[in-house]
């Protein structure tokens, strides 16, 4: 995204709505600012909950979090009886992520309901937000920041190259856009109900995965097997039935000449990781003379990552690149079908992590992918196991765009609620 992107139009400002600074409507509260290491999710003699800004981006999943609902919260290791340098929160308060390691993650925030008696205090990189004058209603202020224009001055303010983070002076004056109360409790109302139905998209990804992991306990330890097939798996080493071949990175990686705009794509593990079986798409590509230096895959071939992210297998569908956190792994077809190879990585990449060279990260190398074994069984019976798995994985990959449109939808209704362009009868 570009962060000097103007040209969202400014909000034009319905009657009865406030278009104020941040400052005006909320006050900030003391956070307790903690690391990891002084947190823990054991149980202490004191309990005191602090919301730490990882979570918020990572963890919890809804932008309320619900003290009933919500288990992985943090406690604090140990607590002292000076409370002076920080204020417990309370119901309803916004919490907001101060730093980003993205761009898109500026402002991510959570409203605080259900506390319930319970004592918690914002965390490591959080400003807590809190609405004493009653410009906003409970439920809403997640919402604060997500009308589009609003949003986008937000991440203009934010600052830094690696990590993106806001003040508290800068959040303070930021102009943002409070509706009536009558149009809060819409955007409430249609969000509960959109987080409902995601709720429920979720669960029925979990089971069919849960069912998919079940399957392959049975199916791919060859402990069960079709009819026409008896007998115990014998096994092979990779390396015999197949070329293993490590990526390379053009060097040095930050020479601009390396890189274009269209061009083979430039694999990383995020590519890697937004895509399902086939990958597709990168966010890189590489110029003719980065390809040149690297390792060129082309539609069908198979690779897998060994390094950080250990043994995610794609099936690569566009002229592509990988670097030296990848393998290629090629010349296998007359003894593995490509599909069953996919799901035979996908439910041993558990022991691929383990067996890694141990350091600051984990990593496979040649020799190490060379001695993993895979079955040596007809191509038949393994064309009918993937056909089965690749069955499974559709329909979790049709459920994850269900879920998908669900999250769009949702966004979208509620920005355009926001922009008024949704007329919300008083």
């Not at 969202?8 to 600074?21: L, R």
């Not at 340098?85 to 992520?97: M, Q």
Request: aromatic residues 8%; hydrophobic residues 35%.
């Amino acid at each position: 995204m570009n962060r000097n992107n103007n040209h969202i139009a400014q909000p034009v400002v319905p009657k009865g709505w406030n278009y104020i600074p941040f400052g005006e409507v909320f006050e900030f509260i003391q956070s307790k600012a903690l690391s990891r290491d002084e947190l823990t999710t054991e149980i202490t003699s004191q309990i005191v909950y602090n919301i730490h800004y990882g979570d918020i981006h990572a963890t919890y999943e809804s932008e309320i979090l619900d003290f009933e609902k919500e288990s992985r919260i943090p406690k604090i290791k140990n607590i002292s009886n000076d409370n002076s340098d920080f204020e417990f929160i309370k119901e309803g308060d916004l919490i907001i992520a101060d730093a980003s390691e993205d761009y898109e993650g500026v402002g991510s925030c959570i409203e605080v309901k259900n506390l319930n008696r319970r004592k918690a205090t914002g965390g490591l990189h959080t400003f807590v937000a809190r609405d004493n004058n009653g410009f906003t209603i409970p439920g809403f202020r997640p919402y604060i920041f997500k009308h589009p224009f609003i949003g986008n001055e937000l991440k203009k303010l934010a600052t830094g190259s690696k990590v993106f983070g806001i003040s508290k002076t800068n959040l303070s004056t930021l102009l943002v856009l409070i509706p009536e109360k009558n149009v809060q409790h819409e955007i409430v109302k249609s969000s509960t109900l959109f987080n409902i139905a995601i709720k429920k998209q979720k669960l029925l990804i979990e089971i069919k995965q849960d069912m998919k992991n079940a399957l392959m306990q049975q199916l791919l330890n060859g402990i069960k097997r079709f009819p026409k097939y008896k007998g115990r798996w014998n096994f092979v080493h990779l390396r015999d039935v197949a070329n293993i071949r490590r990526g390379a990175s053009p060097r040095p990686i930050n020479n601009k000449d390396f890189f274009a705009e269209k061009g083979r794509g430039w694999i990383r593990i995020e590519d890697v990781t937004a895509s399902e079986i086939y990958l597709s798409k990168t966010k890189q590509y590489l110029s003719e003379l980065g390809a040149s230096k690297s390792v060129e895959v082309n539609p069908g071939d198979f690779i897998m990552s060994i390094c950080g992210t250990i043994g995610v297998p794609r099936i690569i569908a566009i002229p592509a690149c990988v670097h030296d956190g990848f393998v290629v792994i090629s010349k296998f077809e007359k003894r593995l079908d490509k599909y069953f190879l996919y799901h035979y990585i996908n439910h041993i990449a558990e022991e691929l992590i383990h067996s890694g060279q141990p350091g600051i990260q984990r990593n496979l190398n040649t020799t190490i992918v060379g001695e993993i074994e895979v079955p040596d069984i007809s191509l038949e019976e393994q064309r009918q196991i993937a056909s089965l798995f690749n069955s499974c994985e559709k329909e979790i990959v049709n459920l994850k765009l269900i879920l998908k449109d669900l999250i769009e939808q949702k966004k979208a209704i509620i920005q355009q609620i926001l922009s008024n362009q949704i007329k919300v009868k008083k």
